[in-house]
C-alpha cells in the first residue's frame, strides 16, 4: 500500500501542496506497488534522513523553533514529472532513490526569491524531511546567485514566468538496504521540504513529494511492479550511451555466482562517476575522473548474480546554474558461460583459474598492487569440482619462519570460487598451489604460480603512517627500520632483516611475531608497526613518571631532565614538544637494550642516558637522522 503523507496542524501551515513527482505511473497504478510495512518505509525513512549525505553545510533544526510567513508568493511552484523533462534531460531511472547512490531532488521557485534585490525576504535554506511529519528538518543553505553552494544548483528555465529550479543532491548511504525485511524490495516514500527565509521564517506553503526506493534484487523478484523496474531489462554485451544529466542507474543479471566479468567504461572531457554494485558489496568505483580512451577493471560477484552499474554525471561540476552535456558510456561485458553439452572436466577448457581477465597457468606470476589489494583469482568449472588452494612463503635463511593458509571452495556450471575471498581480507603472497578434483570422475590436477608484491610510494607509505599516528617519531621508525619505508625487496618479496631475525617489512616487526598478512601487506605491517610504538610510548611516559618521582623523593624536589641534543636534528627536551620520553620510546622500540635512553642515577643523584644499545649503537641517532 502506499503511504500517505500525513498533514500538520493548520497552526503551523496553511497550505499543503502535494505533488507525486517521481512515480506518477506508478501512482496511476498502486495496486502493481509490491506492498511494504510501515516500520520497512520507516527503517529506510530514519536512514534518509539522519545518514544520508546532505550538501555542505546542512544542519538539523526543529520546525518549532521558525516562525511561518504571511505572504503567499514566497512559496514553491507547481512542478510535475512532465514539466521537469521538458526543463532538463533526466533519465526515468534517477526518480527512483538507490543506497550509495547520488540524488537529485528538484523543486520549482519564483524567480524574484533567486534575486534578492525583488523580495523583502531572503531565501537562505530548504528544510527537507522524509516520511510522517516531525518537529525535524535537515536544513541545507542555499547561497545567493552569485555564490555556490556545493550540492545546490539554482538553474534557469525558459518557461514564461522566469521560474528556477531549485535542485538539492544527497547521496544515500550504502548501509541503507542492508536491514532486515528491507531487501529485494521496493518501497515507497514521501518527502516534505519549506522554503526558508532570513534563516529564521518558513514559507507559507510546504510541498510533498512521493519516491520509490529500490533495495537489492528488485528485476528478478518484482518483475511485475513497476515502480522500481525501470532500471531493469539492460542486457550484458550492451554499451550505454549518455543522454542525461541526472544520475543513472541501470540493473543486469549475469546468471552466474562468484563469476569474474569485465567492465569497461569511458568518460570523455568532462568528469562523471561510475560505481558498480553486486548487491551492498561496492565492486567498483572510478571516483570523479574525465577519461581519454576506454578503460577495463575486471570485477567479481559475490554470492548473488546481480550488478548495478551508477553513473553520477558533471560530478566536478561547480557552477550554481548546474552543468549539462557530459558524455560517457560503459559496458557490463557477459562472463563466459558453459556450453549445453558440457564438456568433460577432464579436457584442458573445464577446469580454469583466472586472473584479471587472463588464464592463469603453471609458473604464472601475478602481483599484489601498491595499494595492498590481492589479483582477483576466481576457478571456475562447467560441472561440480572440488578446489584446495594453499598459499605458503619462507623467506630465503637458515631459520626463517614459515607461512602458509589453506582456504577450499567449490565450482561449478552455475557458480565459480572466488578464491581471493575465501581469504576474508588478508593480503598474502608467495607460492600458490591451487589443487583440484571432479567430484564425478575424480579427475584431479594441480595450477602452481606465485603472487610477488608491489612496492608503494615512499610518499604514500608516510601519508598512511600519517593517518595512522600523531607521533612525530612513527615515519623516522618506519624509515630507519626498512632503509626508507621498503615493505618489498627488489625481487619483490617482503624485504627481511640482515639480521635474519624474522624482520619483515617497513616497521621489520619480530615481536610479537609476524602475521602472514603482515608480512605481505604493506598497510597491516604499518598498523602493526604504530600498535607497537603506541605501546612503547604509554611504557615510555609511565617510565620517565616514575623515574621524576624517584629523583624528587630523593632530593626532595623536582629533577628537570637535562636538554638531550641528538644529532643535529632532534633536541630533547622539558620545554619542547619532544621530550625525554619520546627518545625513551624510540630506545623501546628496538628493544632498549643496554637500559632505557633515560634515567635516575640514585647513587650520582644525577640523570643519567643510556645512549648506546648493547651493540654499541645509538638507535636513537639514527632515528633522528633519518631524511624523510
Known amino acids: 500500500m502506499v503511504r500517505r503523507w500525513v498533514a500538520v496542524t493548520a497552526l503551523i501551515f496553511a497550505v499543503v501542496v502535494v505533488i507525486n513527482l517521481a512515480l506518477i505511473p506508478v501512482y496511476l497504478r498502486k495496486s502493481k506497488t509490491k506492498p511494504t510495512t510501515n516500520s520497512v518505509a520507516e527503517l529506510i525513512d530514519a536512514s534518509l ?53 547520488q540524488q537529485f531532488l528538484y523543486f520549482r521557485i519564483p524567480d524574484e526569491l533567486v534575486v534578492q534585490q525583488r ?80 534563516k529564521t521564517q518558513l514559507s507559507t506553503w510546504s510541498v510533498t513529494y512521493q519516491a520509490s526506493v529500490a533495495c537489492g534484487d528488485i528485476c528478478s523478484t518484482l518483475s511485475s511492479y513497476s515502480a522500481c523496474a525501470v532500471s531493469c531489462g539492460s ?96 559496458t557490463v561485458v557477459c562472463p563466459e558461460v558453459c556450453p549445453v553439452e558440457n564438456h568433460r572436466a577432464d579436457t584442458s577448457s573445464a577446469v580454469k583459474l583466472s586472473s584479471e581477465g587472463r588464464i592463469v597457468t603453471n609458473g604464472a606470476t601475478l602481483y599484489i598492487t601498491d595499494e595492498a589489494i590481492m589479483p582477483s583469482l576466481v576457478a571456475s568449472s562447467c560441472e561440480p569440482v572440488t578446489w584446495e588452494v594453499l598459499f605458503s612463503y619462507q623467506a630465503a635463511f637458515p631459520g626463517a619462519l614459515s607461512f602458509s593458509k589453506k582456504v577450499t571452495g567449490q565450482s561449478s556450471d552455475s ?89 619483515y617489512g617497513i616497521y621489520q616487526i619480530t615481536n610479537p611475531t609476524p602475521t602472514y598478512n603482515e608480512v605481505w601487506n604493506w598497510k597491516a605491517n604499518v598498523d602493526a608497526g604504530i600498535r607497537i610504538i603506541n605501546q612503547k610510548t604509554t611504557a615510555a611516559i609511565s617510565w620517565m613518571a616514575n623515574q621524576r618521582q624517584q629523583a624528587k623523593q630523593e632530593t626532595g624536589r623536582e629533577q628537570p631532565v637535562d636538554d638531550e641534543q641528538v644529532g643535529p636534528n632532534c633536541l630533547f627536551s622539558d620545554n619542547s614538544a619532544r621530550t625525554i620520553a619520546d627518545a625513551v620510546a624510540i630506545k623501546q622500540f628496538n628493544g632498549a637494550s643496554g637500559g632505557n635512553y633515560c634515567a635516575w642515577d640514585n647513587g650520582n643523584t644525577k640523570w643519567k642516558f643510556n645512549r648506546q644499545n648493547n651493540r654499541g649503537e645509538n638507535y636513537v641517532l639514527f632515528v633522528c637522522n633519518q631524511r624523510l
Open 415 to 503: 557458480t565459480s570460487y572466488d578464491i581471493i575471498g575465501s581469504l576474508q581480507n588478508e593480503t598474502i603472497g608467495g607460492i600458490v598451489t591451487a589443487k583440484w578434483i571432479v567430484v564425478s570422475t575424480k579427475t584431479s590436477g594441480e595450477i602452481k604460480f606465485n603472487i610477488l608484491g608491489t612496492q608503494p610510494a615512499k610518499r604514500t607509505i608516510m601519508t598512511y603512517i600519517d593517518s595512522r599516528s600523531s607521533f612525530w617519531y612513527a615515519k623516522n621508525i618506519a624509515a630507519q627500520e626498512s632503509s626508507g619505508g621498503q615493505q618489498f625487496s627488489i625481487d619483490r618479496y617482503p624485504l627481511f632483516s640482515s639480521a635474519h631475525d624474522n624482520g
Open 119 to 198: 523580495s523583502a525576504h531572503s531565501l537562505s535554506g530548504i528544510g527537507i524531511h522524509f516520511g510522517q511529519q516531525t518537529d525535524s528538518l535537515n536544513i541545507v543553505p542555499i547561497l545567493d546567485e552569485q555564490q555556490s553552494s556545493p550540492g545546490v544548483s539554482i538553474i534557469p528555465t525558459n518557461l514564461p514566468d522566469r521560474s528556477r529550479l531549485l535542485r538539492i543532491e544527497i547521496t544515500t548511504m550504502p548501509t541503507m538496504c542492508s536491514q532486515p525485511g528491507i531487501a529485494d524490495s521496493c518501497t515507497s516514500v514521501d518527502y516534505n521540504a519549506y522554503l526558508i527565509f532570513d
Open 49 to 101: 534522513n539522519t545518514l544520508s549525505v546532505y550538501p555542505d553545510g546542512s544542519y538539523s533544526a526543529k520546525m518549532s523553533e521558525f516562525t511561518q510567513l504571511t505572504e503567499e508568493n514566497y512559496s514553491f511552484l507547481p512542478l510535475n514529472r512532465t514539466l521537469l523533462n521538458e526543463l532538463s534531460k533526466i533519465d526515468n531511472s534517477s526518480f527512483v532513490f538507490e543506497a550509495g547512490r
Open 235 to 330: 542486457q550484458c554485451d550492451g554499451d550505454q550511451v549518455a543522454g542525461a544529466d541526472t544520475p543513472v542507474t541501470r540493473r543486469y543479471n549475469l546468471g552466474r555466482r562468484n563469476v569474474q566479468f569485465k567492465f569497461q567504461y569511458e568518460t570523455y572531457s568532462v568528469r562523471d562517476r561510475i560505481k558498480v554494485w553486486n548487491d551492498i558489496n561496492l565492486l567498483f568505483d572510478s571516483e570523479c575522473v574525465g577519461t581519454s580512451g576506454v578503460r577495463t577493471k575486471y570485477l567479481v560477484l559475490s554470492n548473488k548474480t546481480n550488478v548495478r552499474v551508477d553513473v553520477e554525471p558533471n560530478c566536478g561540476c561547480q557552477s550554481l546554474s548546474g552543468c549539462t552535456g557530459t558524455l560517457w558510456h560503459f
